[in-house]
């Protein structure tokens, strides 16, 4: 286990170069890769990696803690911000909750 903790980042649904990215329900689908059937048999999303909006845009919140978790994953949602050229938020401000109106 790595003793220097890992940032908590938001990926914004926009480019660097402020185009919006496609498809319209890409955090949902980034975050379902994630995800897991409960008993209930639905899906829930990980309590680390989770849909949001931030200034009224579609984005991902991931939490730091994932990388103590599962590595991987950390390392998959970030490469998946820089592949795709997406803005990233790397300070620890809070996302919107979900559902807020932007």
């Not at 003793?3 to 170069?17: A, C, D, E, K, N």
Request: charged residues 25%; proline residues 10%; contains cysteine.
């Amino acid at each position: 286990m790595s003793t220097t903790p890992h940032p908590s980042f938001i990926i914004v649904g926009l480019t660097t170069g402020g185009r919006k990215f496609r498809p319209s329900d890409w955090a949902e689908r980034l975050c379902g890769v994630l995800s897991v059937f409960g008993a209930e048999k639905r899906m829930r999303y990980s309590p680390y990696v989770g849909p949001r909006t931030y200034k009224g845009e579609k984005a991902v919140h991931v939490d730091g803690r994932l990388y103590e978790i599962e590595p991987m994953a950390y390392r998959f949602v970030l490469h998946f911000a820089e592949d795709n050229d997406l803005q990233l938020i790397r300070e620890l401000a809070a996302p919107d909750p979900p559902g807020t109106p932007g």
